[in-house]
């Protein structure tokens, strides 16, 4: 029997009354096993093993496919799941992990990213640039740490008075001069590479008492988006 301090990610039905479901775990990263009877109408089992919720895992494992013993919420993170909003951007994160992480490989730094960010989200006043922050300290961990210090062309350091590029190719903020038509790379404004900068060298608990126009918010997480599809 091993237990798991677990995110539950996700979950599809097998069979008649079963259920596969998918965590992150802190001890092994991802680990999928079957819920038996998880879908009858008396089980116990799957209240403590929605998506979104902060549980404490026992599976037993011998050939194949481990199954769930017990499970016992830890956190369940009600605001978040009762905010379609939020819980929609939450569930946007979970497929990212279902997508791009291999089973069983270990990271407790991304889990506590991760485990931090639901607790932040669960909060009443729950703050937008809490997501676009996790978002760019998750492709730090995964070793997509973007250069917002210096030109990551010629390496001189940014002029803020001056118009500054992100290019997705290179990795980070571009001067005008090293600019070329063609390349892949959009304009950033100078709040938005302070917010940069600031993402990429506080905790989210710091992060989440900034404040931030929503239009450079809006374009920070435009950038955002097209840097993911780019390295991912």
Request: charged content about 30%; hydrophobic content about 40%; glycine content about 8%.
């Amino acid at each position: 029997m091993q237990k798991y301090t677990a995110i539950i990610l996700s979950h599809c039905n097998v069979g008649e009354f079963d259920r596969l479901y998918s965590f992150y775990t802190r001890e092994k990263g991802i680990v999928r096993a079957i819920g038996r009877g998880a879908r009858k109408q008396a089980a116990k089992l799957a209240g403590h093993l929605e998506p979104g919720t902060l549980s404490e895992v026992y599976i037993a494992r011998s050939r194949g496919m481990g199954q769930i013993a017990s499970a016992i919420t830890l956190e369940s993170f009600e605001n978040v799941k009762n905010n379609l909003e939020r819980l929609q951007e939450i569930l946007k994160i979970f497929r990212f992990f279902g997508k791009n992480f291999a089973e069983e490989e270990k990271d407790e730094k991304i889990f506590n990213l991760l485990e931090d960010f639901l607790k932040l989200s669960n909060d009443r006043d729950f703050k937008k640039i809490l997501l676009e922050a996790f978002w760019w300290k998750l492709f730090d961990a995964l070793g997509h740490r973007p250069e917002a210090m210096k030109c990551v062309e010629c390496g001189a350091k940014l002029e803020e008075t001056k118009k500054n590029f992100f290019d997705m190719g290179k990795g980070g903020i571009i001067c005008k001069k090293c600019f070329a038509s063609g390349i892949d790379a959009g304009s950033i404004t100078s709040t938005q590479i302070k917010l940069l900068r600031i993402i990429l060298a506080n905790s989210l608990e710091k992060i989440s008492k900034v404040k931030v126009e929503e239009r450079e918010l809006a374009g920070l997480g435009r950038i955002r988006e097209k840097f993911g599809r780019y390295n991912f």
